[in-house]
């Protein structure tokens, strides 16, 4: 039974259901009854419940805020977080210099290396030394931005009091997924998350949807930036006089000039000039309508050369968005049914996002998946259907959809406490948060994030992290998951100690049942399986037992190997070492050095390490600290 259940992270254990809305707390106190009427969870479920799905877990205290509070009350001011005072949070994360910068600014600050060399090699003679240098040093700011900008990621979802607020940026980034490891992508990142993403969380979709479509991150890494009309297509070019022989030379003679100066302007040439339908299909396929929308090929063509001319005002160098009328395809369209006239110009972009945000396959495909990302899975059809329709009553307000998600009966089901399996970055955040961890100035809890599967970022295909639980699931995720809680116990996770976690004081010293009960009521909410219970008690993983570990000290996970390719088994012990050796390295650089590695990192993720070498072997745990180890891996910690 426990090794089903810890493969399957399927032991969502509940506790016994009262009245709907009188529940007694551990503590006496009782939640409004007033809008629970048709909530089956019971009052501490609901409490439990908001904290998993609203927010990356509780911190302590926060149940006891929640319960005074109530669990209605509490939803509402998470809707609104301008209204949250976050200062804390603003403080920390202003360390971070280089969140917000303009891609412009980040490409004048830290050029891309090929860039350096280029202006060196114009120079003329051979490269000396220092040119070098700068070279080297360019090279590792050129990601250093990247770094800091995961590691305010993890900060602000581990500190932040506008819990929901976090986990809608992380939905949406994930939903308007940029790989950074495209070309000069990164430099785009840090505007994107806060000028594009976090403005618009919980605004309007269609504000939403118009911000990604001009923000230069998406124009970037889906090639829109050089999407023109095909030849031979009419434009919103001014007529001009005709040249004689003599002007046209000497203008062909200066573009070649300025070609040959500058390698961007030759690789912008030496790629194919015409329509680019990259963007135009994942706005309607995973941005707007869905696989399924009723969209055709042909309306992919529409919508691209709607949206030819939608460029970044100074191409690969940067800068805000630009409209290009001279290369925009200024014929007539009809896209899902409707006419576009010609000679329209940017104003024919944002007509189309209008009738992209506005159609009713939209209203379904996103309500779907904010559902799924609060509820389940599988989201109950009704639930959907009641989010739908408010999508489109409201115009796509999506503090509205998400509140008619997150205070539905279904929402509050039985079925849907405990029935969403953590992300990586949910469980790091989680863990930090549940063991009242200080928010890390280094890199080294985001990168624990990726060894753990979800690189920030990382995801190189446009649809973004899976947002089922079966997509993390396997013997080594599990393995790694387990390796997790017992590093985390063991202090090999920055800001986590056993000391700061409150109940340590009142457990440290109890007797192994009193730590056990303890356990499961500081990070449970004191309901756990039998199965859970007697692992604690014992210290024995029969999971681990099973995969090859007599005790709790740190597994290698099937996984480790894979990411390894087909080396020999030597060669994969060998090549670990080097990586672990490498990994204790970079956790004593200065810090600034830390975020040029984890940005290099983020960009090519296959190339990192894995979570067992990044925390290294552990010593065998024994009493309290044993026992939180295991509860930070079992079934009950790993869902929400």
Not at 295 to 301: K, L, M, P, R
Request: proline residues 5%.
């Amino acid at each position: 039974m426990l090794a089903v259940c810890l493969v399957t992270l399927g032991c969502a254990t509940t506790a016994p259901q009262s009245a709907a809305g009188t529940a007694a707390s551990g503590s006496g106190a009782l939640v409004s009854a007033a809008p629970s009427a048709s909530r089956e969870q019971t009052a501490d479920q609901q409490v439990h419940h908001v904290l998993n799905r609203l927010a990356f877990g509780a911190r302590p205290g926060d149940v006891e805020t929640v319960r005074a509070m109530g669990v209605d009350a509490w939803i509402d001011r998470q809707l609104y977080p301008e209204r949250i005072p976050d200062a804390a949070t603003e403080q920390f994360v202003a360390r971070f210099t280089t969140l917000g910068k303009t891609g412009e600014q980040l490409l004048a600050d830290a050029p891309p290396p090929a860039a350096v060399l280029a202006q060196l090699q114009r120079r003329g003679g051979t490269m000396t030394a220092a040119d070098s240098a700068t070279l080297r040093e360019q090279g590792r700011q050129s990601y250093a931005f990247l770094g800091e900008l995961a590691s305010s990621r993890m900060a602000r979802a581990v500190i932040s009091e506008r819990q929901l607020n976090e986990v809608m940026v992380d939905f949406w980034e994930n939903h308007f997924n940029v790989f950074a490891g495209k070309d000069r992508t990164r430099y785009f990142l840090p505007e994107y998350d806060a000028k594009t993403i976090r403005p618009h969380a919980l605004g309007t979709f269609r504000d939403l949807l118009g911000a990604v479509a001009k923000s230069p991150a998406m124009l970037y890494y889906l090639d829109n930036w050089q999407s023109v009309a095909d030849s031979g297509r009419p434009t919103l070019r001014p007529a001009q006089r005709p040249l004689n022989a003599r002007q046209a030379a000497r203008r062909a003679a200066a573009v070649q000039q300025r070609i040959a100066q500058n390698p961007q302007l030759q690789q912008v040439v030496q790629r194919r000039r015409g329509l680019n339908e990259n963007y135009a299909r994942e706005l309607m396929e995973l941005h707007t309508l869905g696989v399924d929308g009723g969209y055709t090929q042909q309306d992919v063509i529409e919508v691209a050369r709607a949206l030819t001319g939608w460029t970044i005002a100074r191409g690969a160098q940067g800068g805000g968005f630009a409209f290009r009328g001279e290369v925009h395809d200024a014929s007539a369209k009809t896209i899902l049914g409707q006419s576009f006239a010609a000679n329209k110009g940017v104003e024919e972009g944002e007509a189309v996002l209008d009738l992209l945000a506005s159609h009713p396959s939209t209203a379904k495909f996103i309500a779907t998946k904010l559902a799924r990302r609060f509820v389940s899975d599988t989201p109950p059809a009704a639930l959907v259907e009641r989010a739908t329709a408010t999508f489109r009553r409201t115009n796509g307000d999506l503090r509205s959809v998400v509140r008619t998600i997150v205070t539905s009966p279904e929402f509050f089901a039985s079925a849907s406490y405990r029935a969403k399996v953590k992300s990586p970055f949910e469980l790091v955040a989680s863990t930090m948060r549940a063991m009242n961890a200080q928010p890390d100035a280094t890199p080294r809890t985001s990168q624990l994030v990726s060894r753990l599967g979800q690189p920030i970022f990382g995801h190189q295909a446009p649809n973004g992290y899976p947002e089922t639980g079966d997509a993390w699931m396997n013997t080594g995720a599990i393995l790694n998951r387990i390796n997790f809680g017992l590093a985390a116990a063991s202090g090999r996770v920055p800001g986590i100690t056993l000391a700061a976690w409150p109940p340590t004081a009142e457990l440290a010293n109890a007797s192994r049942d009193a730590q056990v009960d303890g356990v499961i009521k500081g990070l449970f909410g004191g309901a756990a399986s039998s199965d859970t219970r007697q692992v604690l008690l014992t210290g024995t993983n029969p999971f681990l037992q099973q995969h090859g570990g007599a005790n709790d000290s740190l597994l290698v996970a099937d996984d480790d190997a894979g990411m390894m390719g087909g080396m020999a088994s030597a060669e994969k012990t060998a090549n670990a070492r080097k990586q672990a050796a490498s990994d204790r390295r970079a956790a004593r650089a200065p810090v600034a050095q830390q975020q040029q590695a984890a940005g290099r990192e983020a960009v090519r993720p296959a190339r990192g390490g894995t979570l067992t070498q990044s925390i290294g072997s552990l010593p065998p745990l024994t009493g309290f600290a044993q026992i939180v180890g295991l509860a930070l891996g079992a079934p009950e910690f790993q869902r929400r």
